[in-house]
């Protein structure tokens, strides 16, 4: 067997905008969700709920705060002013990819505006013409948890279907705009995270829904999405055939804790709903069962006529997933519990776990790749997977080996599976550097190959410095892979 990666494969790593530009303010920026998210630093940091909730009074009170005190995706790591030295230390990497998404609200700053902000058109493209002197190929996500605030407010996020246009007019901009830059684009970033946090996803307030209807109005967000993102396909297709558009998907790997036929019922159904987007966007077409569940539930999507036909001929070209962690399923109610990315799961006995609860299973990695590839028959991409850790600072210097044995381990899975026939064409950790995580709005919850000197409270200078991982995953790349036989 190749002891290499295949020839061409993307090394890299991934930000989102709203995790680490900053300039919240700058340049004729709006609000986006992501401003109005807060720090809670008396909140248990595994209970990823309590960071995700939001209500009308926390909105109207964060629009009326001028700082970023208790907002820390407003400062992120200040890569609006860094990017230059980020890019340069991404490039000394080697880096072949880097996936990052454009902020909506740099462009149309409430999402309802007929034309772009010219200073942030300028800004990407700023972006993109340094990661192109660099050979860095950008995959550029056009949703990444932060939609205008505005149309969250007025319309309820994507509940309305007049927020498909706001949305394909957008995409339209930066698929014209950047086009001599990208080639890879990624329409919603982990679209089933609408269930799990749906202002954060879909700008959608319970307090806006009727009663009763909470659940209706995410289903019909999502579809709303899934709409949006076959239109953006089309867009993206007919502007230049060299586009290549995918769906992104949270791998969530459930195992049934035990053989009881109860566990791998749930387990059965549990992954059965975490395939049902891809399912949509991949193959084009809702699942009969998923289908026929939301009809035993009272769940009815309004759709147009030709919907159906829109998500059927527009499909995704590659299919992009998030893995971090796996869960165990069971029927007994008072087995033990675990958090994990956005989610709680049965805790599983044979797993060692992250400082953040998260389970750690390399394995698992290898079991999505094939399980996705047999099901979509789509080359795939890695976007997102990493490890979230308390990192020290020792003699001036960060010795994560914890992080190197984190990654060595997911690649290894990663080869083995490319070895049984999958067509895996790209990795990208989350994240190269520390930024603001998603959920917990921390700092100190720590991703990368490069450490950003900032605390929880945005005190520190923001200087980067590499730790011995960067090192590491240069050596990875170089090699493409082959230094993982390394002793």
């Known amino acids: 067997m190749n002891e290499t990666f295949p020839k061409g494969f993307l090394w890299g790593g991934a930000i989102a905008a709203n995790q680490v530009e900053g300039g919240w303010n700058l340049d004729g920026k709006g609000l986006s969700v992501a401003d109005v998210a807060t720090y809670k630093p008396h909140v248990d940091n595994k209970d990823y709920s309590a960071h995700a909730s939001i209500t009308k009074e926390a909105i109207e009170q964060a629009m009326s705060d001028p700082s970023d005190q208790w907002y820390p995706k407003r400062r992120g790591i200040d890569f609006y002013h860094r990017y230059k030295e980020d890019l340069a230390l991404f490039a000394e990497m080697g880096f072949k990819a880097l996936r990052l998404s454009i902020a909506w609200t740099r462009l149309f700053p409430t999402g309802e505006e007929l034309e772009p902000n010219k200073k942030g058109v300028e800004f990407y493209r700023n972006v993109f013409k340094e990661m192109k002197r660099l050979n860095i190929e950008p995959i550029v996500t056009l949703s990444h948890y932060e939609m205008p605030l505005s149309l969250s407010i007025n319309y309820n996020g994507w509940v309305e279907r007049r927020v498909i246009d706001d949305f394909v007019r957008f995409a339209s901009v930066c698929i014209n705009e950047f086009d001599e830059y990208v080639d890879y684009w990624l329409t919603f970033n982990e679209i089933d995270s609408i269930h799990r946090h749906p202002f954060t996803t879909a700008g959608i307030l319970s307090e806006l829904s009727e009663k009763g209807k909470e659940e209706q109005d995410v289903y019909q967000a999502l579809h709303h999405q899934f709409v949006a ?86 499909t995704v070209d590659f299919l992009s997933f998030s893995y971090y962690m796996s869960m165990a399923e069971s029927g007994n109610p008072e087995a033990e519990r675990t958090p994990g990315n956005t989610v709680l799961g049965v805790k599983n006995p044979y797993l060692p776990s992250t400082d953040w609860g998260w389970q750690i299973d390399p394995k698992g990695l290898k079991i999505a790749l094939i399980e996705l590839y047999d099901r979509y028959q789509v080359p795939l ?22 992080r190197v044995a984190y990654f060595s381990e997911h690649f290894k899975q990663m080869k083995e599976a490319i070895d049984v026939g999958v067509n895996l064409i790209g990795y990208t950790s989350w994240a190269p550097i520390d930024l603001v995580s998603a959920g917990t709005s921390q700092v100190s919850k720590r991703y990368g190959f490069i450490y950003v000197d900032a605390d929880d409270e945005g005190n520190g200078t923001y200087n980067r410095m590499k730790k011995d991982s960067f090192d590491w995953y240069k050596k990875i790349i170089q090699t493409n892979g082959a230094s993982l036989n390394d002793a």
Do not use: W
């Open 381 to 402: 991409m890695i976007v997102e997977n990493g490890m979230g850790a308390v990192d020290k600072i020792e003699e001036g210097k960060i010795h994560d080996a914890y």
């Open 229 to 314: 993102s076959s239109l953006v396909t089309k867009i993206a297709h007919e502007k230049n055939s060299k586009n290549k558009v995918g769906c992104m998907l949270t791998k969530l790997m459930t195992y049934p804790l035990t053989c009881a036929p109860i566990d791998v019922e749930l387990t059965q159904k549990k992954n059965l709903e975490n395939n049902f987007y891809a399912d949509v966007q991949v193959k084009g077409e809702y699942p009969s069962m998923i289908e026929k569940d939301l009809e035993n539930r009272g769940i009815f999507i309004n759709m147009a006529s030709d919907d159906r036909e829109i998500l059927k001929k527009h």
